[in-house]
């Protein structure tokens, strides 16, 4: 093989994966190819990186180097910083082109990918970044957002290269977690993240476990095994929102051919799964116009009325299921041990944090960030945001939690099996024990007293929307966010509605 020939590198970042792979196929027509992971130690130090999400990597690069292994190529495996790691190739191959997937993930990568770009740049490197599930990169408006999205989604599935010429390059060992500085977080529970095991969940979700999602995915209790449990899935790329979406179009045409009496549930859950695949993309097409919502507020005005009061003692008690209030808790606790827990009850827990402890969703969504094995920093923050009350064009929506106990886990028996101590309390009590107190068995009282935290701080976040100025700031968000079918004029029509604009949405969690 010439020195000088190109050697294309595709460079696999979250979409770890040999189907449906557009750069592998179209870079292996481009003449020998080098499949590279670089695993980057500065990225897993930052402060929403964790135990649970290493070790779902390490088992999807596994999974990867058993997939390019059935095309003859060998996954190759660095260790250390990308500009380095890319340097040293060209050392050693001269002519480089980089082939990947435009990658919208947190603030990290988005600075390493700029710096990356300036590199190749300075260099001559052709690197070539082609468009990830729907999210447009440099995006003009979001009119029409979403019907360009189900194009997108109707095309066909990229096949597996027919043939494919490898280049040899030794790979570095992996390190463990603990050489890392990753510390154990205590899950005990983690679901393998193997292609195998992700078509497995696929198919049994859309076989069985997925006829009452559109019913039962709001309840812990159900959740467990009602929601689809693809996210990780989805979040490293292991497999394609698309090839998802096709699985659900064959699934509705499946039901044509049974007996009327066997389709029940299945209709309404395939559409509302269906829907939910779309916003996952349409909250990382926020993240992608706006990396700034990862660490500051997306209304400017909401600027400084939580930072002052950050409560230390109220936070630990929140991050270790210690609030009082047993739905919280629970969830937290299942949380810490599985990395899942369903969006309803992540709203729930985002929601208590920023209204009732008032906290900066800034530290609490770091907290959860690093207990979400499924971790999807677009999806993450515009949601956190949302549940926090600063975007500025979401309705106010503060949980009740022991409201959300009675609704979602009337019996208890969610709230029981994560919190023993509760075990002997009567079920009228299970969602307000304090007052049982000779229940308790140990169990804390309430850190706050839960309608006068929710009113106080609904009272504060309304009087910053009355402020001079928030809905004119607020339009312009609107109009560089929001979903819609036509332009925000003609959405809104001659009154501005913006305090109507409802974008709560539960996602495929």
Request: hydrophobic fraction near 35%.
């Amino acid at each position: 093989m010439e020195k000088n020939q190109i050697k294309n590198v595709v460079w696999f970042k979250r979409d770890l994966r040999s189907h449906d792979n557009l750069v592998l196929l179209n870079a292996s027509k481009n003449g020998p190819i080098l499949p590279l992971y670089i695993l980057e130690p500065e990225l897993w130090s930052q402060g929403d990186m964790s135990y649970r999400q290493y070790t779902f990597l390490m088992n999807s690069l596994g999974s990867l180097e058993k997939q390019l292994s059935s095309l003859n190529l060998d996954l190759v495996i660095k260790l250390g910083n990308a500009i380095d790691v890319f340097d040293s190739l060209k050392q050693k191959h001269i002519s480089l082109e980089i082939w990947s997937y435009q990658e919208t993930w947190n603030n990290w990568t988005f600075r390493r990918d700029l710096a990356v770009k300036k590199w190749a740049n300075r260099n001559n490197i052709n690197w070539r970044e082609y468009p990830r599930n729907g999210v447009v990169r440099g995006l003009k408006t979001r009119d029409f957002w979403a019907s360009q999205w189900y194009k997108e989604m109707k095309k066909p599935l990229v096949e597996l290269p027919k043939s494919a010429v490898g280049i040899y390059e030794s790979s570095d060992q992996l390190p463990s977690a603990k050489a890392l500085g990753i510390e154990y977080d205590g899950i005990y529970e983690i679901q393998n993240g193997s292609r195998i095991e992700a078509e497995k969940i696929l198919n049994d979700f859309l076989s069985v476990r997925g006829r009452n999602y559109n019913k039962e995915m709001s309840s812990p209790v159900t959740a467990f095994n009602s929601c689809s449990r693809l996210s990780p899935y989805l979040a490293f790329g292991v497999i394609s929102i698309r090839e998802v979406y096709k699985a659900i179009e064959r699934k509705k045409m499946s039901l044509n051919e049974i007996e009327p009496s066997s389709r029940s549930g299945w209709g309404r859950s395939l559409k509302s799964y269906a829907s939910r695949l779309r916003w996952h993309c349409h909250f990382i097409q926020k993240l992608e116009d706006e990396p700034r919502i990862e660490t500051e507020n997306l209304h400017p005005s909401f600027d400084g009325i939580r930072e002052p009061f950050f409560d230390l003692t109220l936070f630990e008690a929140w991050k270790s299921g210690n609030t009082g209030y047993p739905m919280v808790d629970a969830c937290m606790k299942a949380l810490i041990a599985t990395g899942w827990i369903n969006f309803r009850m992540r709203a729930m827990l985002t929601s208590f944090a920023s209204y009732h402890l008032w906290l900066h969703w800034r530290e609490t969504s770091l907290w959860l960030a690093r207990l979400f094995t499924d971790y999807e920093p677009g999806i993450h923050y515009s949601q956190i945001q949302m549940q926090s009350g600063t975007t500025g064009i979401n309705s106010v929506r503060i949980y009740n939690p022991i409201k959300q106990g009675f609704d979602h886990d009337p019996n208890g028996e969610f709230v029981k099996s994560w919190l023993p101590s509760l075990g002997t309390m009567p079920t009228e009590y299970i969602h307000t024990p304090w007052e049982l107190p000779e229940k308790l068995n140990g169990y804390p009282h309430p850190v706050v007293e839960e309608r006068h935290a929710r009113e106080l701080a609904a009272k504060k976040i309304y009087e910053v929307r009355k402020t001079l100025g928030f809905r004119y700031k607020a339009r312009n968000i609107y109009e560089k966010h929001g979903s819609r079918k036509r332009s925000p004029q003609n959405t809104l029509g001659k009154r501005d509605k913006m305090s109507s604009v409802i974008l709560q949405k539960e996602l495929p969690l």
